[in-house]
């Protein structure tokens, strides 16, 4: 149980277009998700967090317009980066929890790494 | 100073060894601690939750001292299958905030 999907597992895109990635809880529902980001040698950075049917609430530095974040049902949510740049690429890894508070466990999907060129 | 420091390694140990990671953390109010586990290229698995008075699962124990704000992993009898990166994780509470280390790389060689 609790497994955690991402698609597409890795993407090369041109400088300037945008990139969607999805986020799936394939066995449970998932009121909220988190989105990280992990640098090469560097510890996993928490982007945003989404709960279901509303805003993301984006960590500070995290340019909202520039990663779209939804989270429209309670088993998907997608990050979108918008006219990406090569500095955008990264790996990329969502988290699914039951709910919002430290008592929910954090199911991680597998990750995207983006490669931007 | 960084949230959740960690010494990067890497521990290179032979077969058998115990092996030993420390972590600090900078927040006191912070309300839950893990340990998770990373593999090269994959997304982080969760090792093992610690508890103040200390838990231990087969070959690996974690130790909390909230007074010194240090997190401890203990492995015995290191297996080559141990070989990966650990990463030390704190939960910030409030909307279940997860703040990583940077890992520290274990490599166990026969």
């Known amino acids: 149980g609790a497994v955690v999907s991402q698609h597409p597992s890795w993407v090369i895109c041109k400088s300037g277009t945008s990139v969607k990635i999805e986020c799936r809880s394939l066995d449970f529902q998932a009121t909220t998700m988190f989105w990280y980001r992990q640098f090469p040698k560097q510890s996993l950075m928490l982007m945003a967090t989404s709960n279901e049917g509303s805003k993301a609430t984006y960590e500070q530095g995290v340019e909202k317009d520039k990663f779209l974040i939804n989270h429209a049902s309670l088993t998907l949510s997608t990050l979108t980066v918008t006219s990406a740049h090569p500095e955008d690429s990264s790996f990329y890894i969502c988290s699914a929890s039951q709910g919002a508070n430290t008592y929910y466990e954090q199911y991680f999907g597998p990750g995207t790494r983006l490669t931007v060129t | 100073r960084k949230e959740v420091e960690q010494d990067p390694g890497p521990f290179n140990v032979p077969e058998g060894a115990t092996v030993a990671f420390n972590c600090t953390y900078s927040?006191?109010?912070?309300?839950?601690f893990f340990w998770y586990r990373q593999d090269c290229r994959k997304e982080p698995k969760l090792l093992m939750s610690v508890y103040s008075s200390g838990n231990e699962d087969g070959r690996f124990t974690a130790q909390l001292n909230r007074a010194s704000q240090y997190i401890s992993l203990l492995i015995r009898d290191s297996k080559l299958s141990d070989s990966a990166t650990y990463l030390c994780?704190?939960?910030?509470?409030?909307?279940?905030?997860?703040?990583f280390g940077a890992g520290t790389r274990l490599a166990v060689h026969p």
């Open positions: 994780v704190v939960n910030e509470g409030g909307y279940n905030k997860l703040i």
């Open positions: 927040n006191s109010a912070s309300q839950s």
